[in-house]
Every structure is written in structure tokens, then in C-alpha cells.
């Protein structure tokens, strides 16, 4: 039986302090939606907490939510009920991994209403707690994987490559066999892609780094980069590329939108950047690739390829601490929220 109103972490205000953001967080109880066509409600078993989530918090986020609302992007449970559509009573009775909405509550919680479009559902060989993080961090990595190899680029530079997703893209590269240059930001973290098997590692606290990654991004004929930093790292990158390169900005771990830059090389060189959204580009990808793409991340968990660091599992009663160790340590791996 469906409640009519279940707990969920509801954020009251947007702070620029992460910190404060998190622990401003309180638990509540929320009416539980009602389904509407083409919606689905999912009971919730696991939500993943990732960068995108925190920088939601500072209000930073590209898709500000109306507030108060509970946050969280994605996650994974049963679909508990359907409204009218075809897709929505197939998923009904089922596990799936899903987005949620820019215009409702979010995954941290007990209950989530979401589009059945945007639901994936699983494959017995993906447990529950790694499909909690099956779409934001892995279907972007196929996303712009896939961008760079129908744009003909023979290489690619990610940013921010100790994240569970720049893991997940050193993985894809090793399988494929497709050149990527890894950037990070401390020797440590640079140790730890060499243990996964990367072989083009770039440190950014290195005096030579901009050097080396222009001869890096030379040698390979690097002219596309992933980048999750935004502020002046857009304009490092297209720097160090040949010209006709581009960058495809898909977070602002910068804790800013503003990217301040010269545009005369962009102009001179031909070069550009481009925003990254997985919603947008999950919407224009149609739903063949995107059930091509979905099963492709789901043989790649299942065999073992991409995994999710999880470093912590917490209730909802205790979601705010694990969050804010998550904040404090993301290299370590994931906060796991288990309602």
C-alpha cells in the first residue's frame, strides 16, 4: 500500500557554503505524488549523492528547483505505481535506476515521481546499489564518449579524472582502446588512475602542466576535452589543444558559472566550447541509442568495467553527516543514501 506521506531530506534555502547547505537539510514528511501520463512512482532503495547534488545545494546548479524541495538527481527502486502510458505499465512491478525532475522532489527520499522516459530498467546481473548511480555519472560518460568519436577527434583530455566518473572514463578508454589524457590535481590521485590502468596522467599542481598537456594534447591530436571544473579550465583547455578543438563543460566543481577567458584564440583558432546536460542530451539522443547506450552501461557494470566507489551507506536519518564526509573526501567514493 502507498502512503499518502513519506519522509524525505528537504533543502529550505540555497548557501554558496556547501557545508552550511548540507546541514541546513532537514527531514520531513512530503505528500506522496500521484502519477500523472507518462509518470511513474518509484519506491526508493538507494540515491546516489554526487557533485552535481552538492553544487544543487549552493543554488549554482544549472536547473535552480523552486524551494523547499528534496534534492537528488538520480537513484534506483521499484516503480510502485504508473499513470496512463504504455511505457509506465510495463515499468510497474519492476527494479529501475531513474532521473528525477527539475519540477519536483528529488531522489532523496522515501518516494520519487519521475517519467517513466526517464527510468532504465535493470538487469538482474546490476544490483540495486550500483544502478543508484547508473545514469548521471555513466550515461555521460557514454554521451560525450560518443560525442568524441562521431565528431572523428582521435583523443580526448577529462578533467577532474579521479571522480567516479573520470574512472569511469580511464575504463572506457582501456576498453576501447581510445587515447584519453586524465588531468588531476594532487600526485596521489595521479598514483591511483596509474592503479586503473591510464596511461596518459597529467598533474595540475605540477609547474610544467600546461606545457605538458599541450605537448600531450599535440602528441595524441587531443582536440576535445570533458571538463567538470568550469571558471578558467575551459580556457586552459583550448589553450593547450590544436585549433578546431572543443570543450564540453559538464560541471562547475569551480563553485562559479562565470568563466573568464580571452576570445581571441577561440576566434583565431576556430575553437568553441559547448555545455554538456545529460537531460538534453539524453532527450535529443532518441530512444533507440538511448536503449543501446542504457544496455551498454549495464553490461559494462555487470562485467565489471565501470564500478561505483561506494565509501559510505547512510539512512536517511543519517544521510547529512555522510553527505558532508562525502563532501570532504569524494576521492574516497560515494554517499549512499539507503531510505
Not at 500523472?36 to 549554482?60: H, K, M, W, Y
Not at 544502478?131 to 550515461?139: G, Q, S
Request: a negative charge; glycine letters at 10%; hydrophobic letters at 45%.
Amino acid at each position: 500500500m502507498i502512503p499518502s506521506a513519506a519522509k524525505a531530506l528537504v533543502l529550505p534555502d540555497y548557501n554558496l557554503d556547501h557545508v552550511a547547505a548540507v546541514r541546513s537539510l532537514r527531514l520531513e514528511e512530503r505528500p506522496v505524488p500521484t502519477p500523472g501520463p507518462g509518470q511513474v512512482l518509484v519506491r526508493v532503495e538507494a540515491a546516489a549523492c554526487n557533485p552535481s547534488d552538492v553544487i544543487f545545494l549552493t543554488g549554482n546548479y544549472a536547473t535552480p528547483k523552486e524551494l523547499p524541495t528534496a534534492p537528488g538527481w538520480e537513484g534506483a527502486g521499484t516503480v510502485v505505481a504508473a499513470g496512463p502510458g504504455l511505457f509506465g505499465g510495463f515499468l510497474r512491478g519492476r527494479r529501475v535506476a531513474f532521473g528525477s525532475l527539475e519540477t519536483a522532489d528529488g531522489s532523496w527520499g522515501e518516494y520519487c515521481l519521475t517519467e517513466a522516459a526517464r527510468c532504465i530498467p535493470l538487469s538482474k546481473d546490476v544490483s540495486t546499489e550500483q544502478a543508484a548511480d547508473l545514469i548521471v555519472n555513466p550515461m555521460s560518460v557514454m554521451g560525450m564518449y560518443g560525442e568524441a568519436r562521431r565528431g572523428g577527434h582521435r583523443a580526448a583530455i577529462s578533467t577532474a579524472a579521479a571522480s567516479q566518473l573520470g574512472r569511469m572514463m580511464v575504463a572506457l578508454s582501456k576498453r576501447e582502446g581510445y587515447p584519453i589524457i586524465h588531468t588531476v590535481r594532487r600526485p596521489e590521485q595521479a598514483e591511483l588512475l596509474y592503479s586503473l590502468g591510464a596511461e596518459h596522467v597529467l598533474d595540475s599542481s605540477t609547474p610544467s602542466f600546461e606545457e605538458d598537456l599541450a605537448a600531450k594534447a599535440r602528441e595524441l591530436g587531443a582536440t576535445i576535452a570533458f571538463d567538470a571544473i568550469a571558471g578558467e579550465s575551459p580556457a586552459q583547455l583550448l589553450a593547450a589543444m590544436p585549433p578546431r578543438s572543443k570543450v564540453l563543460v559538464y560541471g562547475v566543481l569551480a563553485g562559479v558559472r562565470e568563466m573568464p577567458m580571452d576570445l581571441g584564440p577561440v576566434l583565431s583558432n576556430a575553437s568553441g566550447i559547448e555545455g554538456f546536460y545529460l537531460v538534453h542530451w539524453m532527450e535529443q539522443a532518441g530512444p533507440l541509442r538511448l536503449l543501446l547506450a542504457a544496455r551498454k552501461v549495464q553490461r559494462l557494470f555487470a562485467d565489471g568495467t565501470f564500478k561505483t566507489q561506494i565509501a559510505r551507506r547512510v539512512s536517511l536519518n543519517d544521510a547529512v553527516d555522510g553527505i558532508e564526509a562525502y563532501i570532504n573526501d569524494m576521492t574516497a567514493g560515494k554517499t549512499l543514501i539507503c531510505p
